[in-house]
């Protein structure tokens, strides 16, 4: 499969991901970092191929495990994969109860299953009263308070899970990011990510008709920058992915 675009130790591939990594040769892509569909939560294109296109969330989650799989194939060893998620809301009408889930878990079980070791996990902070404008949450409205406050809740973060693919016989790999300041290491060592900007994020395209994919991608850019920072070197062979397909 030959990439859209691709210059010195990059390519740019505009197919599907689940077969353009599958195609790929084995220990290809230095660094991974993501946001995949959040099982049923958008609707990007009436497409089922669309990973989001499914009819429970157990199929979701078996389109993704065989993602996973070919992810891990793809990965060169010793190198980390960073996924973007957060926990979903259930609903009423198709859970028979209001809570949430652990759609964290799940992604970090799949990954797992593939071959992947557990590395870290960190929370994204997030404002609660932007999501409470947005979603019209039910914990998080004030009036829920005087109502019945055993139904308030806290905010829901955003997560970056990280994993690594390990070998058994690992060669020594150097990476240190230059010219790094203690205070900056500091920041990205924290288990909470405090300064991220939540709406700097690549939602300017709209969908203009309505065979047009929408892109609605909530992976601020502050925290690409943070994470190709810690596990990328210069000169990594990068590879574009779009986890949709």
């Not at 210059?7 to 991974?32: F, K, R, S």
């Amino acid at each position: 499969m030959q990439p859209e675009y691709q210059g010195q130790n990059w390519a740019v591939y505009l197919a599907d991901t689940v077969e353009v990594m599958h195609a790929m040769p084995e220990g290809t892509i230095d660094c991974a970092i993501f946001s995949p569909p959040f099982s049923d939560l958008f609707v990007y294109s009436d497409s089922e191929r669309d990973m989001g296109n499914c009819g429970s969330h157990d199929e979701f989650m078996r389109h993704y495990r065989y993602f996973a799989e070919g992810l891990f194939k793809a990965m060169k060893p010793g190198r980390i994969v960073c996924v973007h998620c957060t926990d979903l809301p259930s609903r009423k009408g198709r859970d028979g109860f209001i809570g949430l889930h652990d759609f964290s878990g799940d992604l970090i079980h799949a990954h797992q299953a593939a071959g992947f070791v557990y590395h870290a996990r960190c929370t994204i902070w997030k404002d609660p009263v932007v999501e409470m404008q947005r979603t019209k949450a039910l914990g998080l409205l004030y009036k829920q308070l005087k109502k019945d406050s055993a139904m308030s809740r806290v905010g829901m973060p955003d997560y970056m899970l990280f994993f690594r693919k390990d070998e058994p016989n690992p060669q020594p790999i150097t990476h240190e990011p230059a010219d790094l300041p203690v205070e900056m290491w500091q920041e990205l060592a924290s288990p909470v990510w405090m300064t991220v900007r939540q709406g700097h994020v690549l939602n300017g395209r709209q969908a203009r008709g309505q065979e047009d994919e929408r892109h609605i991608c909530p992976l601020q850019l502050d925290v690409i920058e943070r994470c190709l920072t810690l596990y990328s070197n210069p000169g990594d062979a990068g590879r574009a992915l779009s986890v949709r397909g």
